[in-house]
Structure formats: C-alpha cells, structure tokens
C-alpha cells in the first residue's frame, strides 16, 4: 500500500505534456533549455499542437498503452468502455463522487467537452485483452457466482448483473460498462468503495444497492467467477438500449423509467 501511494505520488509529480499541463494546470513547468525560445515552440505553435497523443500520454503512463491496463490489477482498462461510462467517470472524479487522488487532480480543471473527447478517445481503442486469471475459488463458489450474475438472487431483492451489464456482460452503450476482463482485486476495490460510499454515481445510485444488496460470501462468489471469464473475441458494448433496467441509475438514460415496485420481479424475470 505505501509503495503504490508512494508510486502514485510520483507520477503526479512527473511534468505532463504541454497540451495536457496547459489545460490542466496552468502552471505548467517550463523546460530548462533554450528549447521554450525556439521559433516553433512559441506559444501559437503550442497550441496547434495539441494533439490526442499529447492530451493522453499522461493517461497511458497508469492505464497502459492505449488504455488496456497494466499487470498491476489496481489500474483499470479504460479502452473499449462505453463513452458515456467514460465520460461519467471523469466527472464523477472532476466532482469528488469518486475518491482517487491523482484522478481527481488530472481532471480537476477540465471541462466537459475536453473530457468528452478524451473518452471517446479511449472508447474507440480495441487493445487486446490479457487471459483471464486462473480461477481463485472452488467449482461451487464458482457456480454460485455464474448464477447470480446470469439471474441475481430474487430473495435478497437482487437484480441479475447481466439485466444491466448485458447477457454477455460487455456493457451496454452508452453508459455501462463491462465486467470481463477486469481483475479480481479492481472489482473487489470498487464494491469496497460503493459501501464505504467513497465511490458514488449520480444519483439514483443503482450500484450502491447492488453493492448493499451483495453478502461479503456473495461478492466474494461474483469477482472470482468474473475475473475467471475469457473476454469474447470481438467484445463490445451492446448497442440496442435496455428497455427497463430493474433499478434506475442516474447518468444512464434510460429507454423508460424502473417501476419501483419491480426490482423483485425483474430479477425473477431475468432467470
Ligand atoms: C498516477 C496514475 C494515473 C494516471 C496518470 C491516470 N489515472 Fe486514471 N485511474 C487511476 C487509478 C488508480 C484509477 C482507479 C481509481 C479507483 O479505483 O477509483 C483510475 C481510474 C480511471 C477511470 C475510471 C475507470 C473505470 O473503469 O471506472 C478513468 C475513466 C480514468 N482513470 C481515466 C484517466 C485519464 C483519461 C487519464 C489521463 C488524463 C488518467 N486516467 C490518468 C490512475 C491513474
Ligand atoms: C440496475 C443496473 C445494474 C445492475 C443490476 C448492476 N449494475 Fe453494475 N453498474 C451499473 C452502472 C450504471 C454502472 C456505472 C456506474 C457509474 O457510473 O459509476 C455500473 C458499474 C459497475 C462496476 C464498475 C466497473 C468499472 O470499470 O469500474 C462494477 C464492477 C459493477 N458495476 C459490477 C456489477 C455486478 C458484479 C453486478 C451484479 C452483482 C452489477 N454490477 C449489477 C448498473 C448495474
């Protein structure tokens, strides 16, 4: 743990590009050569050269080349993940729902629409995914986990996964990201942080029901049948918009409004 604070505190300190500095902290630091008096790097050609590749090489440093995560389980792929679950997540930062230091700083003076762009740049990179972990419970917990993310657990009032996160749980565009090919230990963090509500979505939270909703036994069954799951060839959002999701969920526009009452039902109905 100290060391990862210790790296993360690094990186920040690292000097970012120019263009991402630029917008980011405006007291960018200036090279100590005589490049800044070159002609070419007056401010004007600065700024036409802001390109993606700039804006991002701060970003790729934790989340990988193209986005697709490091071998440290602790920073997530962010490639190929919905738009819009991008773009929420960066606000969600940029606003304090989500509690990540550095994340927070990187974004804290961007506006929306450069957060925008900045997630439709990742959302389009397909990078390969790594293989799954090997499977880290025993054949029953397993199973146990495949069933509550194929149809949830009617008695504990929880919806299947899969009703939100699609049947193949690749996401579902715009807003919902996928669970393969995520590790174990991100996974685990995240519903950590739903309860301890140091990670928030807009609200209605749907996730922090799901996470109240999930027993530490449950939980524990979930992320080790996930992790454990081969990412389709070809894996991407689904694109045709759920019709009812079983609990609403702010920042994901929904096809029509979660009857209130249905959250048993629509578990029940997604078995
Ligand atoms: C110093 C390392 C570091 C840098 C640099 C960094 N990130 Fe992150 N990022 C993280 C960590 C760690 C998390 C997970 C935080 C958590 O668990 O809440 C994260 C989370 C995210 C998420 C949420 C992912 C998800 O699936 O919910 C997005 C989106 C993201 N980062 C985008 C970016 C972008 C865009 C940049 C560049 C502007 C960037 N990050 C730079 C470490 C970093
Ligand atoms: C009612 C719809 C719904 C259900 C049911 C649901 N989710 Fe989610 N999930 C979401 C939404 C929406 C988000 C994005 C939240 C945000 O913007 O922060 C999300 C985000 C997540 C994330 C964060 C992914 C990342 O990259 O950081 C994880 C992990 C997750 N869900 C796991 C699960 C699991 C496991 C289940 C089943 C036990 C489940 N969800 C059930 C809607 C749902």
Redesign the pocket.
């Known amino acids: 743990m100290t060391l990862r604070f210790f790296c993360l505190a690094l990186a920040v300190a690292l000097p970012t590009p120019a263009a991402f500095a630029q917008a980011a902290a405006p007291t960018a630091p200036v090279p100590a050569t005589g490049v800044a008096n070159a002609p070419s790097a007056s401010p004007a050609a600065r700024r036409v050269s802001d390109t993606m590749a700039e804006r991002v090489a701060a970003c790729v440093a934790c989340h990988g080349a193209e986005g697709r995560a490091t071998t440290d389980g602790y920073y997530?792929r962010i490639a190929g993940?919905p738009a819009g679950?991008l773009f929420?997540?960066l606000v969600?930062f940029r606003e304090g729902r989500?509690d990540n230091a550095t994340m927070r700083y990187l974004v804290s003076n961007l506006p929306d629409a450069y957060l925008r762009e900045i997630a439709e740049h990742f959302s389009a990179q397909n990078p390969p995914y790594a293989p799954p972990q090997p499977p880290a419970a025993s054949p029953a917990v397993l199973e146990r986990g495949r069933v509550?993310?194929a149809t949830?657990d009617p008695a504990k009032n929880?919806?299947?996964?899969a009703?939100?996160?699609g049947s193949a749980l690749t996401g579902t565009a715009p807003?919902?990201?996928g669970?393969l090919g995520?590790p174990r230990d991100?996974?685990n963090a995240?519903?950590g942080a739903w309860s301890n509500k140091t990670?928030r979505?807009?609200s209605p939270?749907?996730?922090a029901q799901?996470a109240s909703r999930?027993s530490a036994e449950d939980l524990g069954a979930?992320?080790a049948f996930?992790a454990a799951q081969p990412v389709p060839a070809h894996a991407a959002p689904a694109t045709s918009a759920i019709e009812k999701?079983?609990?609403d969920?702010?920042?994901?526009p929904a096809a029509s409004a979660a009857n209130p009452a249905s959250s048993a039902a629509a578990a029940k109905g997604a078995r």
């Open positions: 997530p993940k679950y929420n997540q969600n989500r509550l993310t949830g929880l919806p299947a996964c009703a939100c996160h807003a919902i990201p669970l995520v991100y996974l995240q519903f990670r979505a807009q939270d749907c996730m799901v999930l979930v992320t996930l999701l079983p609990l969920c702010g920042g994901v």
